[in-house]
């Protein structure tokens, strides 16, 4: 139990141009969705918390009007990526939290996205 | 806000060694603790966790860590090292009661020679 999927796993796109990413959980409902960054040999730098029907709550520093992300239902959490330029080219991995037992049991990661900006 | 300091960002060890690779955190309430393995191009794979009892946890792949609360440490141990457990490892605390929020150690890198 408790998969996370993404889709895609890899996306190439042009620079100017607008990709989404998708977060599923796949066996179980998702009240608490979080969007992560992680560039090459380095940590994951957390993003955003998005609470499903609930506008995200975003770390300082991450432009909310850049990185739109929407949580409409309990199994799904998507994060677009606007106006994308070769800077946000990373990976950008996505967890799920099982309802009131976010932080007591673990975070379900999903499997990682990469994006590429030419 | 809590911090995860994983000394050392680079571990080599000789396959059979002993691996350990090194957590500390900074609440002075035992959080709940964890540690992520990573495979290049991966997502992150739980190892194990300790959220209450038993202070020796033991998880997959052969892998246990043991929290220690007088040095605020959640170190990841296994016996005898394999080929396959190079990757990237995280360790990851989050605050009891209030769930949700992660905060991640900035990784180590685990190199297993022949």
Partial sequence: ?118 | AQSVTQLGSHVSVSEGALVLLRCNYSSSVPPYLFWYVQYPNQGLQLLLKYTTGATLVKGINGFEAEFKKSETSFHLTKPSAHMSDAAEYFCAVSDRGTGNQFYFGTGTSLTVIP
């Fill in chain 1, 1 to 118: 139990g408790a998969v996370v999927s993404q889709h895609p796993s890899r996306v190439i796109c042009k620079s100017g141009t607008s990709v989404k990413i998708e977060c599923r959980s796949l066996d179980f409902q998702a009240t608490t969705m979080f969007w992560y960054r992680q560039f090459p040999k380095q940590s994951l730098m957390l993003m955003a918390t998005s609470n499903e029907g609930s506008k995200a709550t975003y770390e300082q520093g991450v432009e909310k009007d850049k990185f739109l992300i929407n949580h409409a239902s309990l199994t799904l959490s998507t994060l677009t990526v606007t106006s994308a330029h070769p800077e946000d080219s990373s990976f950008y991995i996505c967890s799920a939290g099982a309802g009131a037992r976010v932080g007591m049991d673990e975070q379900y990661f999903g499997p990682g996205t990469r994006l590429t900006v030419t």
